[in-house]
């Protein structure tokens, strides 16, 4: 594959995205900081990928999708975060990807995984700087182009769609009804990382329904979980845990199906 044909890929434009909110985000700020945390994700999730893809005696090819993880990872977290945290989400991260599979494919959305455990276990801050949430509103007009340009190029709308509509429609009766702290997931910064985590996170391939009527369902389950998570305990985990539970919903989906359909293919052999 010529450098032409992979910059027109899903994930060639996923990493021109993400790397192109990182220098806005990072110029914007005038702190460094947070590239040197976007190299070691990004090394440290490529280094990980090969190693667990040479063990596994797989094919060898370009770590993007590991590379993907790993600025996904440093664009969320805080860029204050201590190097060895950065690496240790990183780790976990590519470690479910290779370890939590079925027909070779990932269940859970590495990112999503990792940055959970990283909470659990380190109790990290997650800024979701590289979501613009700290720079002027204007710049949410950069993160909708670009999520827009993913989002076509992977056929995810409607769960793009079902997820914001179900999410904000939540909060905002939540907020009437004085639910939790349900009115400030509509301002600044959460705004921007439910739009990041919309068109970046919940729109991986390997993780979510090909098929829009469960593309659909998929969207809205999220957007409840996550809801009624941050409803009940606030934090930083409820988008996570809202995908986790979405992913463990589209393995369990495929599990009958794969037998009937693998029942029918072996009948039809000895037939």
Same mark, same amino acid.
């Given at each position: 594959?010529?450098?032409?044909?992979?910059?027109?890929?899903?994930?060639?434009?996923?990493?021109?995205?993400?790397?192109?909110?990182?220098?806005?985000?990072?110029?914007?700020?005038?702190?460094?900081?947070?590239?040197?945390?976007?190299?070691?994700?990004?090394?440290?999730?490529?280094?990980?990928?090969?190693?667990?893809?040479?063990?596994?005696?797989?094919?060898?090819?370009?770590?993007?999708?590991?590379?993907?993880?790993?600025?996904?990872?440093?664009?969320?977290?805080?860029?204050?975060?201590?190097?060895?945290?950065?690496?240790?989400?990183?780790?976990?991260?590519?470690?479910?990807?290779?370890?939590?599979?079925?027909?070779?494919?990932?269940?859970?959305?590495?990112?999503?995984?990792?940055?959970?455990?990283? !909470? @659990?276990?380190?109790?990290? *801050?997650?800024?979701?700087? +590289?979501? #613009? /949430?700290? $720079?002027?509103?204007?710049?949410?007009?950069?993160?909708?182009?670009?999520?827009?340009?993913?989002?076509?190029?992977?056929?995810?709308?409607?769960?793009?769609?079902?997820?914001?509509?179900?999410?904000?429609?939540?909060?905002?009766?939540?907020?009437?009804?004085?639910?939790?702290?349900?009115?400030?997931?509509?301002?600044?910064?959460?705004?921007?990382?439910?739009?990041?985590?919309?068109?970046?996170?919940?729109?991986?391939?390997?993780?979510?329904?090909?098929?829009?009527?469960?593309?659909?369902?998929?969207? !809205? @389950?999220?957007?409840?979980? *996550?809801?009624?998570?941050? +409803?009940? #305990? /606030?934090? $930083?985990?409820?988008?996570?845990?809202?995908?986790?539970?979405?992913?463990?919903?589209?393995?369990?989906?495929?599990?009958?199906?794969?037998?009937?359909?693998?029942?029918?293919?072996?009948?039809?052999?000895?037939?």
């Amino acid at each position: 594959m010529t450098a032409n044909q992979w910059i027109k890929t899903p994930k060639g434009y996923v990493i021109i995205s993400l790397v192109a909110f990182l220098l806005l985000a990072t110029i914007w700020s005038l702190d460094i900081r947070g590239i040197y945390n976007s190299i070691l994700a990004v090394g440290v999730s490529s280094a990980v990928d090969i190693l667990c893809s040479h063990n596994a005696k797989k094919k060898r090819t370009l770590p993007d999708s590991a590379v993907i993880t790993g600025l996904i990872i440093a664009l969320i977290l805080s860029a204050a975060t201590s190097w060895y945290i950065v690496a240790a989400t990183s780790i976990m991260a590519i470690l479910s990807k290779h370890i939590l599979v079925h027909k070779k494919k990932p269940i859970f959305n590495p990112a999503a995984f990792g940055l959970l455990l990283s !909470i @659990l276990f380190f109790r990290t *801050g997650q800024s979701w700087w +590289g979501a #613009f /949430g700290d $720079l002027p509103s204007w710049t949410v007009v950069c993160l909708l182009a670009g999520g827009y340009m993913v989002t076509n190029r992977v056929n995810k709308f409607p769960q793009v769609f079902s997820f914001l509509g179900t999410y904000f429609i939540l909060l905002l009766i939540m907020g009437v009804f004085n639910v939790g702290d349900a009115s400030d997931a509509l301002r600044s910064p959460f705004i921007n990382a439910s739009i990041f985590f919309a068109l970046f996170m919940l729109t991986d391939p390997p993780t979510s329904p090909a098929k829009d009527k469960d593309q659909v369902i998929f969207g !809205i @389950l999220i957007a409840i979980v *996550g809801a009624v998570v941050y +409803g009940l #305990f /606030g934090g $930083l985990m409820y988008l996570f845990i809202g995908l986790l539970i979405g992913n463990l919903y589209h393995f369990l989906k495929k599990r009958p199906y794969l037998r009937t359909s693998n029942l029918q293919e072996r009948r039809y052999q000895k037939a």
